[in-house]
T-cell receptor, first 115, second 114 residues
Framework: AQSVAQPEDQVNVAEGNPLTVKCTYS??????LFWYVQYPNRGLQFLLK??????LVKGSYGFEAEFNKSQTSFHLKKPSALVSDSALYFC?????????????FGAGTRLAVHP | KAGVTQTPRYLIKTRGQQVTLSCSPISGHRSVSWYQQTPGQGLQFLFEYFSETQRNKGNFPGRFSGRQFSNSRSEMNVSTLELGDSALYLCASSVGTSGADEQFFGPGTRLTVL
């Protein structure tokens, strides 16, 4: 069965410092991995995805993520956090075995960036 | 290009009633998926439609149903509402059914069941 784990409920970072939001996954077959962000009372916004190729993918708002097949991880990173990055972040996976348009989401990690 | 729109944005119903939520995908997108978001269960997949056909279904009771029209607009229906159906219902659209396509989400419909 497919699953996604986000081990931290909340991540606290000072503005200007680098941030990492962790994600590990479990699927059979090759995974398609995604990061989404949700602001209060809003839907999810797409940040970036890994399909194939380069393990480091760059996305919106200066975010990037590194795919690590051996560790089955897809951590979200940003070199310098902004207060406006404070939001709820979701990692998601889909694979051919799970049905391509069935996204399996992690529980979410709340990012709090302090001035 | 307009984003995914969902109507209504907020709904209050009582137990036993039924409700219909509507979703208009981004122009040109033919796949629509629905998700339920609750504090306890997180984001859970409900179903996916493509070309008016349900292609995938999550683990929800038969009270939850949906359909897609020829213009790709989609509706979901929940009958015999229960308190536990209170949630944010999110619709997402994508160009097709390729696993590589990202889904674009609407703002959601907040359903409260009293």
């Amino acid at each position: 069965a497919q699953s996604v784990a986000q081990p931290e409920d909340q991540v606290n970072v000072a503005e200007g410092n680098p941030l990492t939001v962790k994600c590990t996954y479990s699927v059979s077959g090759n995974p398609y991995l995604f990061w989404y962000v949700q602001y209060p009372n809003r839907g999810l916004q797409f940040l970036l995805k890994y399909i194939t190729g380069d393990n480091l993918v760059k996305g919106s708002y200066g975010f990037e993520a590194e795919f690590n097949k051996s560790q089955t991880s897809f951590h979200l990173k940003k070199p310098s956090a902004l207060v406006s990055d404070s939001a709820l972040y979701f990692c998601a996976v889909r694979s051919k075995s799970g049905g391509y348009n069935k996204l399996i989401f992690g529980a979410g990690t709340r990012l709090a960036v302090h001035p | 290009k307009a984003g995914v729109t969902q109507t209504p944005r907020y709904l209050i119903k009582t137990r036993g009633q039924q409700v219909t939520l509507s979703c208009s995908p981004i122009s040109g997108h033919r796949s629509v998926s629905w998700y339920q978001q609750t504090p306890g269960q997180g984001l859970q997949f409900l179903f996916e439609y493509f070309s008016e056909t349900q292609r995938n279904k999550g683990n929800f009771p038969g009270r939850f149903s949906g359909r897609q029209f020829s213009n790709s607009r989609s509706e979901m229906n929940v009958s015999t509402l229960e308190l536990g159906d209170s949630a944010l219902y999110l619709c997402a659209s994508s160009v097709g059914t390729s696993g590589a396509d990202e889904q674009f989400f609407g703002p959601g419909t907040r359903l409260t069941v009293l």
